[in-house]
């Protein structure tokens, strides 16, 4: 088998993901076009260097990289395939069950699609994060479907190749429950937690200390994506926030009620969250040199 | 009104608050004597230079800084006050309204007792994290009884100065609201987070980001001095983890059932915590140099 080449590549959508994309494809040689509907986007990924205005006098691309929210995927998958703008499709968005249903719903070419979820590093809110790097060593998942031919798959792995990232292919529904417990219910108890220091003096806030804002941190991300991430993978994420809501409501009463048996009962919750601290500390160090330890870029 | 030189100190508690005062104390030239009812723990910090185990033959000390868990901090004020120990006393302890309360009820000498939480950077797990700078810049919370004399806060402020931080009087209930806001409610939600992964497969692990590290990492802390500092801080804390789970559990059911206005409804609480977020960035950006950019001491 000869690794497949991708010399050309269209990306639609200039967000962070998208452009990061492309500025790693420019930068190993694909001829990368850029389509975003807000232009100011698309002048901003042009800028970056991270390709050029796509022009319907192109050929159809190697691959194109759909890079919108979730909810917008399969509308411009369909779209992108009536015009016949790519040989392969594929995309970025972090949920996959309802995008791969609804893809075969709307009958979109199956054939030329591989549904995809890069995992970069910690999104820092706006476009401004975008990095040809911000792939190197992460986790790249597909979800193929079960027709998915090779030729298909073989591109999708080649823009991941050029990305600099890890395949990984997990079912749909697998990587939206891990999404759920990983990201998007994370992601929402940031927010929560956040919600109450809006109102809070700056004076008792200087009190906070780094655990606090690191914890936190996630909830400066633009909340309309993540309003949209988040319902596009419901079911999963509300199964995280029950549990969770039980853990605390439990933990409330147990110091309520508790009186002197309080310590011992919450220690058996903190010891299970320190194990499982540990667990996700060891998994990290199994990962490559670009987050093993310091999180800096190899 | 001149600064009140203190030339003598003793530090009962060994852990990290503890070494750290000590070191910060010995490094500023007072002459500190140390406590531990762990001999190793005693040693260790005498290892690190934090000052000299402490022997009956030693005149009573300008301060003694009780640094232990805070279900122990009374105790140990009366025991060491009946020894006359000290002229005054202070205490490390993360929560203050049932302390102040306690030493009341147990008849310790207020008059020479002044409540004390110096708040640190964010806490390595074990004793290896003490360090002289661990206070420098940071704030350092009393809370004085009305009937404290001016010697006392004066003695109690200069221990605060040596170790360069710095000083913010509170009412003990309004520090616990604080400190369970910011820190006990926060560590406990941590720790549930974390609960899940100690079983997970440290292939699904890998996929986690940064962020998701960064929110558990206070769950590799101790659970034993954390279930005694929840459980002492146990209404306010309960109240905060109450209100979470009840954000938790809304948020879930607009997932369920919002269907196509669940985007919507989420985007109200992800922009509150997006504002809670920045006011939380922006207290920071008002303080000292220390922890004001890097996190790194000065």
Same mark, same amino acid.
């Given at each position: 088998?000869?690794?497949?080449?991708?010399?050309?590549?269209?990306?639609?959508?200039?967000?962070?993901?998208?452009?990061?994309?492309?500025?790693?494809?420019?930068?190993?040689?694909?001829?990368?076009?850029?389509?975003?509907?807000?232009?100011?986007?698309?002048?901003?990924?042009?800028?970056?260097?991270?390709?050029?205005?796509?022009?319907?006098?192109?050929?159809?691309?190697?691959?194109?990289?759909?890079?919108?929210?979730?909810?917008?995927?399969?509308?411009?998958?369909?779209?992108?395939?009536?015009?016949?703008?790519?040989?392969?499709?594929?995309?970025?968005?972090?949920?996959?069950?309802?995008?791969?249903?609804?893809?075969?719903?709307?009958?979109?070419?199956?054939?030329?699609?591989?549904?995809?979820?890069?995992?970069?590093?910690?999104? /820092?809110?706006?476009?401004? #994060?975008? +990095? =040809?790097? @911000?792939?190197?060593? $992460? !986790?790249?998942?597909?979800? %193929?479907?079960?027709?998915?031919?090779?030729?298909?798959?073989?591109?999708?792995?080649?823009?991941?190749?050029?990305?600099?990232?890890?395949?990984?292919?997990?079912?749909?529904?697998?990587?939206?429950?891990?999404?759920?417990?990983?990201?998007?219910?994370?992601?929402?108890?940031?927010?929560?937690?956040?919600?109450?220091?809006?109102?809070?003096?700056? /004076?008792?806030?200087?009190? #906070?200390? +780094? =655990?606090? @804002?690191?914890?936190? $941190? !996630?909830?400066?991300?633009? %909340?309309?994506?993540?309003?949209?991430?988040?319902?596009?993978?419901?079911?999963?994420?509300?199964?995280?926030?029950?549990?969770?809501?039980?853990?605390?409501?439990?933990?409330?009463?147990?110091?309520?009620?508790?009186?002197?048996?309080?310590?011992?009962?919450?220690?058996?919750?903190?010891?299970?969250?320190?194990?499982?601290?540990?667990?996700?500390?060891?998994?990290?160090?199994?990962?490559?040199?670009?987050?093993?330890?310091?999180?800096?870029?190899?």
């Amino acid at each position: 088998m000869t690794a497949t080449t991708l010399r050309t590549a269209l990306v639609i959508g200039c967000g962070t993901a998208g452009t990061s994309v492309a500025l790693a494809l420019t930068g190993a040689g694909v001829d990368v076009a850029l389509l975003d509907e807000d232009p100011q986007a698309l002048a901003e990924a042009v800028a970056l260097g991270a390709g050029t205005g796509w022009t319907p006098r192109r050929p159809p691309a190697g691959i194109v990289v759909i890079a919108t929210p979730p909810s917008a995927v399969v509308d411009v998958l369909h779209q992108a395939q009536s015009r016949g703008l790519g040989h392969v499709y594929t995309d970025t968005a972090g949920t996959k069950e309802i995008i791969c249903a609804e893809a075969e719903l709307r009958g979109c070419d199956l054939k030329g699609y591989v549904p995809g979820h890069p995992l970069a590093g910690p999104d /820092a809110p706006g476009r401004a #994060a975008a +990095d =040809a790097g @911000r792939f190197t060593g $992460r !986790p790249w998942v597909l979800c %193929p479907y079960e027709t998915t031919p090779g030729w298909a798959l073989e591109t999708a792995a080649a823009l991941i190749g050029l990305c600099g990232a890890r395949r990984l292919d997990l079912e749909p529904h697998v990587h939206d429950r891990v999404a759920a417990e990983l990201s998007h219910g994370p992601h929402l108890v940031a927010a929560a937690l956040a919600t109450r220091f809006a109102r809070s003096s700056t /004076a008792l806030l200087g009190l #906070a200390d +780094d =655990a606090l @804002r690191d914890a936190v $941190r !996630p909830a400066g991300g633009d %909340p309309w994506p993540w309003g949209d991430v988040l319902a596009h993978n419901a079911g999963p994420v509300a199964d995280v926030l029950d549990r969770l809501a039980g853990q605390l409501t439990r933990a409330a009463a147990v110091l309520r009620e508790g009186a002197g048996s309080a310590p011992l009962e919450l220690a058996v919750l903190l010891e299970q969250g320190r194990q499982g601290q540990a667990a996700l500390e060891e998994a990290r160090e199994l990962r490559t040199p670009r987050d093993a330890r310091t999180g800096d870029r190899v």
